[in-house]
């Protein structure tokens, strides 16, 4: 029983952009006498901001999207005297609610404690257990050797994307000669609609040190770098925070835990590119180069940061270890497929209801993360497939949504796993148009070295657009074919190697649309704008003349609340979407 | 690890060391791998992707420049996804490849004439040069510098500055010039007995017989006519190409050793097979078109009515035209206004009848202009539809029809259609259809085997090789592709004579085209990326005599004057240049020519960036970089400068001088090896026309700057230094050059170093001699960078004369940091002290000073009462006599580096005059004859030089002579360096 009122609110950067701080002010003046408490991000970003409200009875509700408009009705409800408000999700009595499945089916081990600790506290991240590991391996005498033997046990595989044995990656670098060895946290999460780094260095940075202080120790590590992206300002502000709160209380630095083992952190913000998540081009660029990757071998492992053997290990991977370490690989390696143990954190979104971050098992399926979690297609459309591994990754079409999550089965399907992207997508969504999407973003983030990724990706994007615009031959279809393998096979570093799989899945699974485009000049999604033409359904139509406000360019016309006078004139017509988007009896056909 | 391992290559067994790249494994098995970004002086970068090979089990291709071997490995360097990779990876750096490899004005002169070189050589003032450049495409220049319509000038880049440069007149002026010196006449190569006919002796056939010659063969000229010239001379009118210029152009044609048959024609005299027996291993027809396109109307065959062509011949044979008063010529070309300005020039009354109007006349506009000027009526939408006959059936007149422009045909013209009711009939007394003409095929009446022939009465010929249906015989001119112009036979001609040497020696006749890339054509591109970025100025116009001056005397005299010599350099200095500087060594052009690659298949956005021209020396053209970043590597990982970097990133990425700053704000010292590592024309001298391009003999030689010893390759060019390189694996410096070695020769041409230097002033050689004699104390001082045997002519005369010798180590110069850093300063010392030389100062006295190539403090120079100066540049105070001295790198000498090797310093230009250096010090000794004697005494008191006077393989010669290194300071081309780069506005400390 407490004594008196915990109003817990998110906020991580995205809890503070959907206004966190606001709802924290409403209802710390509502609840004067209430103890207010700043934890991470819970991943519901669809719900954000939220609030956790624990009664004296220690009675936990969850509410979601809590502004000023519907605080009347949640301070009502908290206070009994009304009936749950459309943003209730659950209370800790009744956790499994359908809003509240996004998190009860999940398996949290890497997201432990996001959303639970002030990230900021190191208090609250002792009183959770973490540094256990630490402290454990420490004062146990146990091995450097040991700890890598238990990590090979987990079998743990690397969360960037890459999914190399992490105890065989640390082998190499431990058998390695040399006195000075370096470990990197690799926080430069750059992938579109990717926030897995951002949440756990925001959410639980204290997690991640422990992660780095485990490897370090493993592999001989004196010295630690996090690349941590400098858009990520609160996120670096954070791993400060918890490097120094960490040096104080004498985890990092010399003698940590009074024992001889010594290892300290610095913190380098990203150069703002993309291809500085690749190892190479990360290591250029904490050199003070340009971020460009090298060729490997030499590997990092053996030649690395200034010459010198390297670690360099996802966020998510580092989180991973404490876990681990306290309960032991094997019981890491009971969950999940046989290749792929553990959980895997995602980042859902697109055209699903529920979008945010969620751990699950690894061998859960993909249509559970999209249906069971993420509560299936946002808006009732049939979906139509999930793009894994961000513009690095492929699409897998909706009749593959049972493969399971597992390294060996999505790269089956020409997708990857990567560091976590899934975006899905409904029949709203044109897979030309979202290929040179994803293909523009590799594009323009290419470092400029290779021929083929510099040149070659723009060429492909250049023969997307043409298609797009319904200039497309099928000449332009063989040459993506011929150019996409082409640019996999003669590029130095993964980001040209895996460019172009979104165009090459997407010409697999949805070949019929690129024909529809080149051929009957059809965008069947509807969204390639030179390809489609908006019309009024006059018998959905109510007259209300709500398109012809929001017309951009004045091209809808006719008389209040007589349905059949309504029309577009094609003629003017952008084909800018506005009057289909702001229709409420969806009246606006576009084909 | 020097163990080998055990690799497959191409299915191929090989031994290779442990530790070498799949690059070094298959080079020394012999097996070439292409590479742009990798240089043997460079880490391993792996950009361009042009170098993958297969491994197996690799998951991709893997780049051989940096992919060590393993144990077993099995690698296929040309297996077909090898090489389509290599080829995409091509295509694609095409694709953004700006530029134009050759200039247009080049690519479109149907002869390809080297325009761009030539126009350099004038404006440097090269005239012979010049015509040596152009007689390689075009042995009748002066031809054509009177007639060619020079389709180069309408595809000219300067014509979105302001107007094309004049390139013709230019042609002409310089080919006029040179003929007066005597035209030019190269030594055939030694004879190969194989005899060639050539049936036609027009321009066609007079190209393939001067070529031919060179290559050895034995060409003989089959001629119709009494002349030769062809449509040169018996279709163009004397007053615009006159008789005596051709005669002697054509007449060092066959001064190479051309026999010609006159009045020989085929068909009549002579058959291909008659040829053919008489031994001759090819026949090229080179008959051209000399008849007169009929006009398809009624009564054309009346008499009094004649071919355009035919009446220019019998004007020109001599022969009677039965002229009358009123003459009608029919038609728009060239032709017709020849013909109408000779029958003017007859006495009669011309009226000229073109069915079009002035817009879409073919002729020359200026050709247009005369004509009318001269007194010409022409008559525009007027079309004859009948010949009129009098009673004798001789033409009388024309009834002619009025016409109208209607649509554009395929020509892009609008069609003239007739007017009804708009007959008229007009009184002629001759009537000449200058409508065109086509090759008179009769000539093959005689053969039972003829040529294919086709249905424009043209032989069926391979326009790549001009071989025609029937073997051993070529076809080139106007009878294989249609009547053209003059330059096209030349270039046919040409190109036939090619072939023929293919054929003669047996080989597949296959004519290979180098790859070049094109900005595109002048109507597609924009003014505003070129008009701007150059000062406007006009075009220079030639001389043209007005009309009545033309007409008078007969008017058979010449009538276009041409430019003065100061109107062509100015003309020529007009050229912007548009050619890439790289055209003769451009690795992408070469592999793109090697792999058959297309700018087409892949094309796309291009990167669209400014040349950047702000350091004086270097020339940055971003648009044509493919990021191998050799010049940035080489900057920093070498030199350790740092002063290129990668901008941008994706697609815009280029290389630049740090933050786009201008390039010698950087920390750049101008070594210009980035120009040496660039694959392409991205980095090249910001030297202009001083440099061509051209291509040169390579001559391998020593830098004399300081005294490392670096060797260079020099380009040379018929006595001028093209371009300066560093030798890849030269044992010294890393092979390395700094900017003096590359940059210095830029210095000798600024001084007029490409003549020879003056000999001694009249009475100076006296005069100093009895400064000498008179001498209490005579102290001679040398740089320490002169050569070998310059220093040891200086120490000769200090010994002959009873004075001392010193070199120069008072003054401390801050000057350039040299490749590996440590140079600068330090020059032939230990061969100085070996010869008793001392370090100048303050303490030493003398009242007769000799300074060798360096100056001497003031205040010490005005203790002496007479100083003599022998150097290369002006010193840097004021000497009784001074002397000049060749510069290093045109004399031949010897040179011993710092770590003591004795270096060959070949001579680079090969005129003997420029040996002046030990010249003038052997006179004033009065004790050294010539250079083999000097160079013989010294390998008597220098073992090694011994060794340096034989012919060597090496550039290098050890030495058992000890380096000194104690600095000494200054040298004077170090001096004269550094003002150099002041006066081009360079700050060099």
Same mark, same amino acid.
């Given at each position: 029983?407490?004594?008196?009122?915990?109003?817990?609110?998110?906020?991580?950067?995205?809890?503070?952009?959907?206004?966190?701080?606001?709802?924290?002010?409403?209802?710390?003046?509502?609840?004067?006498?209430?103890?207010?408490?700043?934890?991470?991000?819970?991943?519901?970003?669809?719900?954000?901001?939220?609030?956790?409200?624990?009664?004296?009875?220690?009675?936990?509700?969850?509410?979601?999207?809590?502004?000023?408009?519907?605080?009347?009705?949640?301070?009502?409800?908290?206070?009994?005297?009304?009936?749950?408000?459309?943003?209730?999700?659950?209370?800790?009595?009744?956790?499994?609610?359908?809003?509240?499945? %996004?998190?009860?089916?999940?398996?949290?081990?890497?997201?432990?404690?996001?959303?639970?600790?002030?990230?900021?506290?190191?208090?609250?991240?002792?009183?959770?257990?973490? %540094?256990?590991?630490?402290?454990?391996?420490?004062?146990?005498?146990?091995?450097?050797?040991?700890?890598?033997?238990?990590?090979?046990?987990?079998?743990?595989?690397?969360?960037?994307?890459?999914?190399?044995?992490?105890?065989?990656?640390?082998?190499?670098?431990?058998?390695?000669?040399?006195?000075?060895? %370096?470990?990197?946290?690799?926080?430069?999460?750059?992938?579109?609609?990717?926030?897995?780094?951002?949440?756990?260095?925001?959410?639980?940075?204290?997690?991640?040190?422990?992660?780095?202080?485990?490897?370090?120790?493993?592999?001989?590590?004196?010295?630690?770098?996090?690349?941590?992206?400098?858009?990520?300002?609160?996120?670096?502000?954070?791993?400060?925070?918890?490097?120094?709160?960490?040096?104080?209380?004498?985890?990092?630095?010399?003698?940590?835990?009074?024992?001889?083992?010594?290892?300290?952190?610095?913190?380098?913000?990203?150069?703002?590119?993309?291809?500085?998540?690749?190892?190479?081009?990360?290591?250029?660029?904490?050199?003070?180069?340009?971020?460009?990757?090298?060729?490997?071998?030499?590997?990092?492992?053996?030649?690395?940061?200034?010459?010198?053997?390297?670690?360099?290990?996802?966020?998510?991977?580092?989180?991973?270890?404490?876990?681990?370490?306290?309960?032991?690989?094997?019981?890491?390696?009971?969950?999940?497929?046989?290749?792929?143990?553990?959980?895997?954190?995602?980042?859902?979104?697109?055209?699903?209801?529920?979008?945010?971050?969620?751990?699950?098992?690894?061998?859960?399926?993909?249509?559970?993360?999209?249906?069971?979690?993420?509560?299936?297609?946002?808006?009732?459309?049939?979906?139509?497939?999930?793009?894994?591994?961000?513009?690095?990754?492929?699409?897998?079409?909706?009749?593959?949504?049972?493969?399971?999550?597992?390294?060996?089965?999505?790269?089956?399907?020409?997708?990857?796993?990567?560091?976590?992207?899934?975006?899905?997508?409904?029949?709203?969504?044109?897979?030309?148009?979202?290929?040179?999407?994803?293909?523009?973003?590799?594009?323009?983030?290419?470092?400029?070295?290779?021929?083929?990724?510099?040149?070659?990706?723009?060429?492909?994007?250049?023969?997307?657009?043409?298609?797009?615009?319904?200039?497309?031959?099928?000449?332009?279809?063989?040459?993506?074919?011929?150019?996409?393998?082409?640019?996999?096979?003669?590029?130095?570093?993964?980001?040209?190697?895996?460019?172009?799989?979104?165009?090459?899945?997407?010409?697999? %699974?949805?070949?019929?649309?690129?024909?529809?485009?080149?051929?009957?000049?059809?965008?069947?999604?509807?969204?390639?704008?030179?390809?489609?033409?908006?019309?009024?359904?006059?018998?959905?139509?109510?007259?209300?003349?709500?398109?012809?406000?929001?017309?951009?360019?004045?091209?809808?016309?006719?008389?209040?609340?007589?349905?059949?006078?309504?029309?577009?004139?094609?003629?003017?017509?952008?084909?800018?979407?506005?009057?289909?988007?702001?229709?409420?009896?969806?009246?606006?056909?576009?084909? | 690890?020097?163990?080998?391992?055990?690799?497959?290559?191409?299915?191929?067994?090989?031994?290779?060391?442990?530790?070498?790249?799949?690059?070094?494994?298959?080079?020394?098995?012999?097996?070439?791998?292409?590479?742009?970004?990798?240089?043997?002086?460079?880490?391993?970068?792996?950009?361009?992707?042009?170098?993958?090979?297969?491994?197996?089990?690799?998951?991709?291709?893997?780049?051989?420049?940096?992919?060590?071997?393993?144990?077993?490995?099995?690698?296929?360097?040309?297996?077909?996804?090898?090489?389509?990779?290599?080829?995409?990876?091509?295509?694609?750096?095409?694709?953004?490849?700006?530029?134009?490899?050759?200039?247009?004005?080049?690519?479109?002169?149907?002869?390809?004439?080297?325009?761009?070189?030539?126009?350099?050589?004038?404006?440097?003032?090269?005239?012979?040069?010049?015509?040596?450049?152009?007689?390689?495409?075009?042995?009748?220049?002066?031809?054509?510098?009177?007639?060619?319509?020079?389709?180069?000038?309408?595809?000219?880049?300067?014509?979105?500055?302001?107007?094309?440069?004049?390139?013709?007149?230019?042609?002409?002026?310089?080919?006029?010039?040179?003929?007066?010196?005597?035209?030019?006449?190269?030594?055939?190569?030694?004879?190969?007995?194989?005899?060639?006919?050539?049936?036609?002796?027009?321009?066609?056939?007079?190209?393939?017989?001067?070529?031919?010659?060179?290559?050895?063969?034995?060409?003989?000229?089959?001629?119709?006519?009494?002349?030769?010239?062809?449509?040169?001379?018996?279709?163009?009118?004397?007053?615009?190409?006159?008789?005596?210029?051709?005669?002697?152009?054509?007449?060092?044609?066959?001064?190479?050793?051309?026999?010609?048959?006159?009045?020989?024609?085929?068909?009549?005299?002579?058959?291909?097979?008659?040829?053919?027996?008489?031994?001759?291993?090819?026949?090229?027809?080179?008959?051209?078109?000399?008849?007169?396109?009929?006009?398809?109307?009624?009564?054309?065959?009346?008499?009094?009515?004649?071919?355009?062509?035919?009446?220019?011949?019998?004007?020109?044979?001599?022969?009677?035209?039965?002229?009358?008063?009123?003459?009608?010529?029919?038609?728009?070309?060239?032709?017709?206004?020849?013909?109408?300005?000779?029958?003017?020039?007859?006495?009669?009354?011309?009226?000229?009848?073109?069915?079009?109007?002035?817009?879409?006349?073919?002729?020359?506009?200026?050709?247009?202009?005369?004509?009318?000027?001269?007194?010409?009526?022409?008559?525009?939408?007027?079309?004859?539809?009948?010949?009129?006959?009098?009673?004798?059936?001789?033409?009388?007149?024309?009834?002619?029809?009025?016409?109208?422009?209607?649509?554009?045909?395929?020509?892009?013209?609008?069609?003239?259609?007739?007017?009804?009711?708009?007959?008229?009939?007009?009184?002629?007394?001759?009537?000449?259809?200058?409508?065109?003409?086509?090759?008179?095929?009769?000539?093959?009446?005689?053969?039972?085997?003829?040529?294919?022939?086709?249905?424009?009465?043209?032989?069926?010929?391979?326009?790549?090789?001009?071989?025609?249906?029937?073997?051993?015989?070529?076809?080139?001119?106007?009878?294989?592709?249609?009547?053209?112009?003059?330059?096209?036979?030349?270039?046919?001609?040409?190109?036939?004579?090619?072939?023929?040497?293919?054929?003669?020696?047996?080989?597949?006749?296959?004519?290979?085209?180098?790859?070049?890339?094109?900005?595109?054509?002048?109507?597609?591109?924009?003014?505003?990326?070129?008009?701007?970025?150059?000062?406007?100025?006009?075009?220079?116009?030639?001389?043209?005599?007005?009309?009545?001056?033309?007409?008078?005397?007969?008017?058979?005299?010449?009538?276009?004057?041409?430019?003065?010599?100061?109107?062509?350099?100015?003309?020529?200095?007009?050229?912007?240049?548009?050619?890439?500087?790289?055209?003769?060594?451009?690795?992408?052009?070469?592999?793109?020519?090697?792999?058959?690659?297309?700018?087409?298949?892949?094309?796309?956005?291009?990167?669209?960036?400014?040349?950047?021209?702000?350091?004086?020396?270097?020339?940055?053209?971003?648009?044509?970089?493919?990021?191998?970043?050799?010049?940035?590597?080489?900057?920093?990982?070498?030199?350790?400068?740092?002063?290129?970097?990668?901008?941008?990133?994706?697609?815009?990425?280029?290389?630049?001088?740090?933050?786009?700053?201008?390039?010698?704000?950087?920390?750049?010292?101008?070594?210009?090896?980035?120009?040496?590592?660039?694959?392409?024309?991205?980095?090249?001298?910001?030297?202009?026309?001083?440099?061509?391009?051209?291509?040169?003999?390579?001559?391998?030689?020593?830098?004399?700057?300081?005294?490392?010893?670096?060797?260079?390759?020099?380009?040379?060019?018929?006595?001028?230094?093209?371009?300066?390189?560093?030798?890849?694996?030269?044992?010294?410096?890393?092979?390395?050059?700094?900017?003096?070695?590359?940059?210095?020769?830029?210095?000798?041409?600024?001084?007029?170093?490409?003549?020879?230097?003056?000999?001694?002033?009249?009475?100076?050689?006296?005069?100093?001699?009895?400064?000498?004699?008179?001498?209490?104390?005579?102290?001679?001082?040398?740089?320490?960078?002169?050569?070998?045997?310059?220093?040891?002519?200086?120490?000769?005369?200090?010994?002959?004369?009873?004075?001392?010798?010193?070199?120069?180590?008072?003054?401390?110069?801050?000057?350039?940091?040299?490749?590996?850093?440590?140079?600068?300063?330090?020059?032939?010392?230990?061969?100085?002290?070996?010869?008793?030389?001392?370090?100048?100062?303050?303490?030493?006295?003398?009242?007769?000073?000799?300074?060798?190539?360096?100056?001497?403090?003031?205040?010490?120079?005005?203790?002496?009462?007479?100083?003599?100066?022998?150097?290369?540049?002006?010193?840097?105070?004021?000497?009784?006599?001074?002397?000049?001295?060749?510069?290093?790198?045109?004399?031949?000498?010897?040179?011993?580096?710092?770590?003591?090797?004795?270096?060959?310093?070949?001579?680079?230009?090969?005129?003997?005059?420029?040996?002046?250096?030990?010249?003038?010090?052997?006179?004033?000794?009065?004790?050294?004859?010539?250079?083999?004697?000097?160079?013989?005494?010294?390998?008597?008191?220098?073992?090694?030089?011994?060794?340096?006077?034989?012919?060597?393989?090496?550039?290098?010669?050890?030495?058992?002579?000890?380096?000194?290194?104690?600095?000494?300071?200054?040298?004077?081309?170090?001096?004269?360096?550094?003002?150099?780069?002041?006066?081009?506005?360079?700050?060099?400390?």
């Amino acid at each position: 029983m407490g004594d008196r009122m915990i109003i817990t609110i998110g906020e991580g950067t995205c809890g503070i952009a959907a206004g966190s701080k606001e709802a924290a002010d409403l209802l710390s003046k509502r609840f004067p006498e209430a103890e207010l408490r700043s934890v991470g991000c819970v991943g519901m970003c669809h719900q954000e901001p939220m609030v956790w409200i624990t009664n004296t009875d220690d009675v936990t509700t969850l509410y979601g999207q809590v502004n000023k408009k519907n605080l009347p009705k949640i301070v009502r409800h908290i206070k009994g005297e009304g009936d749950a408000p459309p943003n209730f999700i659950s209370t800790s009595q009744q956790p499994d609610t359908d809003k509240g499945r %996004y998190l009860t089916g999940q398996t949290r081990i890497a997201l432990r404690n996001v959303g639970t600790i002030n990230p900021t506290s190191l208090e609250q991240a002792l009183a959770r257990g973490t %540094y256990g590991a630490i402290k454990k391996i420490l004062t146990s005498g146990m091995t450097p050797e040991a700890v890598i033997e238990e990590v090979k046990i987990s079998q743990l595989r690397g969360r960037g994307g890459g999914g190399f044995p992490t105890a065989t990656k640390w082998g190499f670098a431990r058998s390695a000669p040399g006195e000075v060895k %370096y470990l990197i946290c690799n926080g430069d999460e750059g992938d579109p609609g990717a926030f897995m780094d951002r949440s756990l260095l925001e959410g639980d940075p204290h997690a991640v040190l422990e992660g780095m202080l485990i490897a370090a120790y493993g592999i001989g590590a004196s010295r630690g770098y996090a690349y941590i992206r400098a858009e990520y300002p609160l996120a670096v502000q954070y791993f400060g925070k918890a490097i120094q709160d960490a040096r104080a209380a004498g985890l990092l630095g010399k003698n940590i835990l009074g024992t001889s083992f010594a290892f300290d952190i610095k913190i380098k913000e990203g150069a703002g590119a993309f291809v500085c998540g690749e190892e190479t081009a990360l290591m250029a660029s904490i050199e003070g180069h340009r971020g460009m990757p090298r060729i490997r071998p030499p590997f990092p492992a053996i030649s690395g940061l200034f010459g010198k053997p390297t670690i360099i290990n996802n966020v998510e991977t580092l989180a991973n270890l404490p876990w681990i370490l306290n309960h032991g690989g094997a019981a890491y390696a009971a969950i999940g497929t046989e290749k792929s143990k553990g959980t895997k954190v995602f980042a859902l979104a697109g055209a699903v209801a529920r979008g945010g971050l969620v751990e699950v098992p690894m061998g859960s399926t993909i249509r559970h993360v999209i249906e069971e979690i993420g509560g299936g297609s946002a808006k009732g459309r049939p979906l139509k497939g999930v793009q894994l591994g961000g513009p690095s990754g492929g699409c897998v079409p909706e009749a593959m949504f049972d493969t399971l999550i597992d390294y060996d089965a999505i790269n089956a399907t020409g997708a990857i796993m990567g560091s976590g992207g899934m975006v899905v997508m409904d029949s709203k969504t044109c897979m030309v148009d979202i290929s040179r999407y994803f293909l523009e973003f590799t594009q323009l983030e290419s470092c400029g070295k290779c021929t083929f990724c510099r040149i070659g990706t723009l060429r492909m994007k250049e023969i997307l657009t043409r298609i797009c615009e319904g200039k497309g031959t099928m000449a332009d279809i063989e040459t993506l074919e011929e150019l996409g393998p082409q640019i996999k096979n003669a590029s130095l570093c993964g980001l040209g190697q895996t460019a172009p799989n979104p165009v090459l899945t997407t010409l697999k %699974y949805f070949r019929d649309e690129y024909i529809a485009h080149v051929v009957d000049k059809k965008c069947p999604g509807g969204v390639c704008k030179a390809l489609i033409q908006h019309t009024i359904v006059q018998d959905k139509c109510t007259g209300c003349s709500i398109c012809a406000r929001y017309c951009p360019v004045n091209c809808i016309s006719g008389e209040l609340k007589k349905p059949e006078t309504w029309v577009i004139d094609s003629k003017v017509c952008i084909n800018c979407g506005m009057c289909a988007e702001v229709c409420n009896p969806e009246a606006v056909f576009v084909a | 690890m020097s163990e080998n391992v055990t690799i497959f290559i191409n299915d191929q067994e090989v031994q290779v060391p442990a530790n070498a790249t799949i690059r070094e494994a298959s080079e020394a098995q012999g097996v070439h791998i292409p590479t742009f970004c990798h240089d043997d002086r460079l880490k391993p970068f792996a950009s361009c992707f042009l170098c993958v090979v297969e491994v197996e089990k690799a998951r991709t291709l893997l780049p051989a420049c940096s992919t060590k071997v393993a144990p077993g490995m099995r690698i296929q360097t040309n297996s077909a996804t090898v090489m389509k990779s290599r080829k995409t990876a091509l295509d694609l750096l095409l694709s953004d490849h700006a530029g134009d490899c050759i200039a247009p004005c080049e690519a479109t002169c149907p002869a390809n004439i080297d325009i761009q070189g030539y126009i350099a050589h004038i404006a440097n003032g090269e005239f012979e040069q010049a015509v040596h450049l152009i007689k390689q495409r075009n042995p009748l220049p002066v031809v054509c510098g009177r007639i060619c319509p020079h389709p180069c000038e309408s595809e000219c880049r300067r014509g979105l500055v302001d107007e094309p440069v004049a390139i013709n007149p230019l042609k002409r002026f310089s080919s006029e010039y040179e003929l007066q010196y005597g035209p030019v006449v190269p030594k055939p190569a030694p004879d190969t007995g194989k005899r060639v006919a050539i049936v036609g002796g027009g321009p066609a056939g007079l190209s393939a017989a001067y070529y031919l010659r060179q290559m050895g063969h034995a060409p003989e000229i089959f001629e119709a006519l009494p002349n030769l010239g062809g449509m040169a001379r018996y279709g163009i009118p004397r007053f615009r190409l006159p008789w005596e210029m051709m005669d002697r152009e054509i007449q060092a044609i066959l001064d190479l050793g051309v026999k010609v048959h006159h009045n020989q024609r085929l068909g009549k005299n002579f058959s291909i097979a008659d040829l053919q027996q008489m031994g001759f291993g090819a026949v090229l027809l080179a008959i051209g078109a000399h008849k007169a396109k009929p006009m398809r109307i009624a009564n054309e065959d009346s008499p009094g009515v004649m071919g355009g062509v035919d009446f220019l011949r019998k004007v020109v044979l001599g022969e009677k035209v039965e002229m009358g008063r009123r003459v009608a010529v029919i038609g728009g070309g060239d032709t017709a206004m020849d013909c109408a300005r000779v029958a003017k020039r007859l006495g009669a009354e011309v009226t000229l009848l073109y069915r079009r109007t002035q817009a879409e006349m073919p002729a020359l506009p200026m050709e247009q202009h005369e004509t009318i000027e001269e007194g010409v009526e022409i008559r525009f939408l007027t079309a004859p539809t009948q010949v009129l006959q009098d009673a004798q059936g001789k033409a009388k007149g024309l009834r002619v029809i009025t016409m109208v422009l209607g649509d554009p045909d395929e020509s892009g013209r609008r069609r003239p259609e007739p007017l009804k009711d708009s007959d008229e009939d007009l009184e002629f007394d001759l009537i000449i259809a200058a409508i065109g003409q086509d090759p008179d095929m009769s000539c093959l009446d005689m053969e039972d085997e003829k040529p294919k022939v086709t249905k424009w009465s043209t032989f069926v010929y391979d326009e790549k090789t001009n071989v025609t249906s029937q073997e051993g015989v070529f076809a080139a001119g106007d009878c294989s592709f249609g009547p053209d112009i003059l330059i096209r036979a030349i270039g046919e001609g040409r190109r036939a004579a090619q072939a023929i040497d293919l054929h003669l020696n047996g080989a597949n006749v296959k004519l290979t085209k180098e790859y070049a890339i094109s900005r595109g054509r002048l109507k597609d591109l924009e003014m505003a990326d070129f008009s701007p970025r150059f000062p406007h100025k006009k075009r220079a116009l030639e001389a043209t005599l007005p009309a009545r001056q033309r007409l008078e005397n007969g008017g058979w005299g010449a009538i276009n004057m041409g430019l003065s010599e100061a109107q062509a350099l100015a003309e020529a200095s007009r050229c912007i240049e548009c050619g890439c500087n790289a055209r003769f060594d451009c690795d992408l052009r070469n592999y793109s020519t090697e792999y058959n690659a297309t700018e087409k298949r892949l094309a796309g956005g291009k990167r669209k960036y400014d040349e950047d021209k702000r350091h004086p020396l270097i020339k940055i053209e971003s648009d044509k970089c493919i990021t191998c970043a050799s010049c940035v590597r080489v900057c920093s990982e070498v030199r350790r400068i740092d002063a290129l970097a990668f901008i941008n990133r994706g697609f815009t990425t280029k290389i630049g001088p740090n933050f786009n700053d201008p390039l010698q704000t950087t920390g750049c010292d101008a070594c210009g090896m980035c120009i040496d590592v660039c694959p392409t024309g991205t980095l090249s001298p910001n030297t202009g026309k001083e440099c061509g391009p051209w291509t040169g003999e390579e001559v391998i030689t020593t830098c004399t700057s300081c005294s490392r010893g670096c060797g260079l390759s020099v380009k040379v060019k018929e006595n001028r230094i093209v371009k300066i390189n560093s030798i890849n694996g030269d044992p010294v410096n890393g092979a390395c050059i700094c900017a003096e070695g590359r940059f210095a020769y830029q210095i000798a041409m600024a001084n007029g170093a490409k003549t020879p230097p003056p000999g001694p002033p009249s009475g100076a050689l006296e005069a100093a001699k009895e400064f000498m004699f008179n001498a209490r104390q005579l102290a001679v001082v040398v740089s320490p960078f002169l050569t070998v045997e310059e220093i040891y002519a200086a120490a000769v005369l200090a010994r002959k004369r009873g004075g001392s010798l010193h070199y120069h180590s008072a003054l401390q110069a801050k000057g350039a940091a040299k490749p590996n850093g440590k140079l600068f300063g330090e020059g032939n010392l230990a061969l100085l002290q070996r010869l008793g030389a001392k370090p100048w100062g303050m303490g030493v006295g003398a009242d007769c000073l000799v300074l060798v190539n360096t100056p001497v403090d003031t205040r010490q120079a005005a203790a002496a009462a007479k100083v003599i100066a022998v150097g290369s540049h002006a010193c840097c105070f004021q000497a009784n006599i001074v002397f000049s001295l060749a510069d290093p790198l045109e004399t031949e000498g010897t040179f011993l580096t710092r770590d003591g090797a004795l270096a060959a310093v070949r001579p680079v230009l090969r005129d003997p005059d420029m040996r002046a250096g030990w010249r003038i010090l052997g006179a004033l000794s009065e004790d050294i004859a010539d250079f083999a004697w000097l160079r013989k005494r010294l390998a008597n008191e220098v073992p090694e030089l011994a060794a340096v006077a034989q012919p060597f393989p090496q550039r290098l010669v050890p030495t058992d002579l000890t380096p000194v290194l104690d600095a000494v300071s200054h040298d004077g081309r170090g001096t004269a360096f550094i003002n150099h780069m002041g006066k081009m506005g360079l700050d060099w400390g």
